[in-house]
């Protein structure tokens, strides 16, 4: 079965990664940059070796997204981002095919215990079966 993993995170936390801490989120140091991104691309070498990698993506910072929706009028209404009503945004995902919910709990772990500066936030790891089927519903 395929999965969506996800990870989350805000606009604090990518400018916390740039070095520009809050209060929501410490600022990163290179070496912490650096240890979480080699930490990422060993979950991604392993997803790839075993063969349960379909795809998986680091997102830009939300700040560069855009929202599209109908107004009223029929006509689209823009918005930039970031938008103060979401806290959290999608930072990433993973599209894996798993033999089970366990393995795949298993590999969101894992992500779970990717490495941060001390008092960063903690956000789930979100798991999603992709349907494979109209019926699936």
């Not at 991604?44 to 910072?61: P, T, Y």
Request: charge should be negative; aromatic fraction near 6%.
């Amino acid at each position: 079965m395929k999965y969506l993993v996800m990870v989350q995170g805000t606009q604090a936390d990518y400018e916390a990664m740039r070095g520009k801490g809050s209060a929501q989120s410490p600022a990163w140091s290179e070496e912490e940059l650096q240890a979480m991104y080699a930490y990422m691309n060993a979950i991604n070498n392993d997803l790839s070796e075993s063969g349960e990698l379909v795809d998986g993506q680091g997102l830009a910072e939300p700040a560069r997204t855009r929202l599209v929706t109908l107004g009223e009028d029929g006509k689209a209404v823009i918005t930039d981002g970031p938008y103060s009503e979401t806290k959290e945004l999608l930072a990433g995902y993973w599209v894996l095919e798993c033999e089970s919910l366990e393995r795949v709990t298993e590999i969101a772990d894992r992500v779970t215990r990717c490495p941060q500066p001390a008092g960063a936030p903690n956000y789930p790891v979100v798991i999603r079966p992709i349907l494979d089927g109209a019926g699936d519903i």
